[in-house]
């Protein structure tokens, strides 16, 4: 499908050409039965805009509020305008609100929540969205909300990067009553709403409306194929990006949660072990449409290629409107970018959506403790610092165990990633009294350990730098440097790497499985840690310890090249983290 472009007040009449195709296709005696169907562009991937990198010099000048900077070694790295007008580095830390509920928070509670979440050492706030919210009309845009959160955000120097569902989690994920939002009644009738996705089960019954889909799921899609879905779909992304073009306080947004297809819980079924579910005849008239165009007949490389298609196009349509901004996605709880074929073959989305759905960043989802087979099928893919899509995992879970939050995040961190995200609402990370848990602890020690070494961690690529180290006893040193500083990042490797069964879904479950393979007693223990440290050029260096995020007194030492000093850390646990800054003297 070619959509024109034709500016009218700053719109683009990409909504126009696609209702074109929606009357040609409703009706139609084509591939496929029923309200028709937004056909596949096999050149799709041509037309994609991602967000526009620009270089050092470029960044001087540009007026835009926030940018992708190409960095003189070479990083892509995220800045933000400052209140004095510059453009300066920006790593984000980010916290989910908690606000999923029937009632939208007033200013008053973003104003308690938005207080907590700076005290946690957080930057940016995964602040839940859903298009119902912005939209509450055909038509009708009402940004009340969501301006009214980001002035509270700005108030406490915060960022947001706005978690933007176009699906359901009945009854209040993200907001209540979304089974009466209007994009999923467009084509009501016969007692099926057509633009919904559809789901059949092993019997052969057909779940077709609100209702019967909330009972058998729990969550309701929209059917993105729809020829009434797709182009409302698009014109919601243009307005949407361009309201917040200028602002200085939204600094991306992850169009989709867990989003594609959708997924069904019926595992071990006779008929739907093959997950041959989708049943919305806009589906299965895209899939015949999707047959001939690409002379292609499998059933699960057309569920992949539509999302791809789809999420090219909507990221597309944001950045004409903002090429700045960054625009993510998640694919559902790290499953497909594990490899499980389950996963896979539901959603539509693997490790390589990310890239072939043209996405700026990898939101990378790490509750289950699979991350060394997320972390194995990624690392072939993508060159995270330097190329697009970048790494700025979205949803690293705090509420298993702590140590697995922390490897998860080490994990991100000595990769050179952009910034990372945790998914845990910040009240059970606060008491009553005020005062942080072990899980705001936790969070709060490597946010400050982050932002006191930020020049190295936002510029820094993975590598020894001026300075190699090496540690033992089990322990492990990951490296960061930048013209700046080396920033060792030591820790104990767990090494979370639980291959499930069809049923080991859960993610209670499977971190059980890992624990009770893994008794706390191996953790066990206290240890004075070497770390040895080997000068790449001779000279004066500065080192300095921060142990569980607070900072020790630093030492200076003179090294001669290729000679190593060591430091050794006492009393570590097989729990802590410690960062050790390394800084050539001048």
Wanted: proline share 6%.
């Amino acid at each position: 499908m070619i959509f024109g472009k034709l500016s009218i007040g700053g719109a683009l009449t990409v909504v126009a050409a696609c209702l074109v195709a929606q009357a040609a296709q409703e009706g139609s005696t084509g591939p496929g039965v029923g309200p028709g169907f937004v056909p596949f562009d096999p050149n799709y991937g041509a037309k994609a805009q991602r967000v526009r990198i620009v270089s050092e010099k470029e960044a001087q000048v540009l007026k835009a509020p926030s940018a992708l900077v190409r960095l003189a070694n070479g990083k892509l790295a995220l800045e933000v305008r400052d209140k004095s007008g510059k453009l300066q580095p920006f790593y984000p830390m980010g916290l989910a609100t908690g606000y999923w509920s029937n009632q939208p928070p007033t200013a008053s509670d973003l104003d308690r929540s938005f207080t907590n979440i700076a005290k946690l050492g957080a930057n940016t706030v995964m602040m839940g969205l859903h298009w119902k919210v912005i939209e509450p009309e055909q038509g009708r845009f009402d940004f009340t909300y969501t301006d009214m959160v980001t002035d509270v955000a700005r108030k406490h120097d915060l960022k947001v990067w706005w978690v933007y569902f176009m699906h359901s989690h009945p009854p209040n994920w993200p907001v209540g009553n979304v089974g009466d939002f209007w994009v999923y009644h467009l084509d009501s009738h016969d007692g099926a709403d057509y633009t919904i996705q559809w789901i059949k089960d092993d019997k052969g019954n057909l779940y077709r409306n609100i209702q019967e889909i909330v009972k058998a799921r729990g969550e309701v899609f929209p059917a993105y194929e729809h020829p009434k879905v797709f182009p409302l779909v698009i014109r919601m992304l243009h307005t949407f990006a361009r309201h917040y073009k200028d602002s200085d306080t939204v600094v991306g947004v992850q169009l989709g949660n867990e989003e594609g297809f959708m997924t069904v819980d019926w595992r071990g079924r006779p008929g739907t072990e093959q997950w041959l579910t989708d049943a919305n005849p806009a589906t299965l008239g895209l899939f015949e449409d999707w047959k001939i165009t690409t002379g292609k007949s499998d059933w699960f490389t057309f569920k992949r290629d539509a999302v791809n298609s789809w999420w090219t196009q909507f990221c597309a349509a944001y950045h004409a409107e903002d090429p700045y901004k960054l625009v993510s996605f998640n694919l559902m709880t790290g499953g497909p970018e594990a490899g499980y074929e389950w996963w896979i073959h539901q959603s539509g989305t693997d490790s390589l959506t990310y890239e072939k759905g043209n996405l700026d960043a990898i939101g990378v989802m790490f509750h289950r403790p699979f991350n060394e087979q997320i972390w194995a099928n990624l690392d072939v893919l993508y060159r995270y610092p330097y190329e697009l899509p970048i790494l700025i995992p979205s949803e690293i879970g705090i509420d298993r165990t702590i140590e697995y939050f922390q490897q998860s995040v080490i994990g991100t961190m000595e990769r050179g990633a952009q910034g990372f995200a945790v998914w845990q609402y910040f009240p059970n990370m606060i008491g009553a009294n005020g005062a942080l848990n072990a899980q705001g602890a936790a969070f709060k020690r490597i946010a400050d350990m982050v932002q006191a070494n930020l020049d190295v961690v936002h510029p820094g690529l993975p590598g020894p730098g001026d300075v190699a180290m090496e540690t033992s006893l089990g322990f492990k040193v990951s490296r960061l440097h930048a013209a700046a500083g080396t920033v060792g990042i030591l820790y104990f490797p767990r090494i979370y790497d639980v291959k499930l069964g069809d049923q080991d879904w859960d993610q209670v479950k499977a971190l059980g499985i890992w624990q009770a393979a893994h008794p706390e007693s191996m953790f066990a223990g206290t240890f004075d840690v070497p770390v040895k440290i080997t000068a790449v050029k001779a000279g004066k260096y500065s080192i300095q310890v921060y142990r569980n995020g607070e900072p020790q007194p630093p030492n200076t030492e003179t090294l001669p090249a290729n000679q190593a000093t060591t430091v050794t850390i006492r009393g570590l646990s097989k729990s802590d983290v410690t960062f050790v800054r390394v800084k050539r003297a001048p």
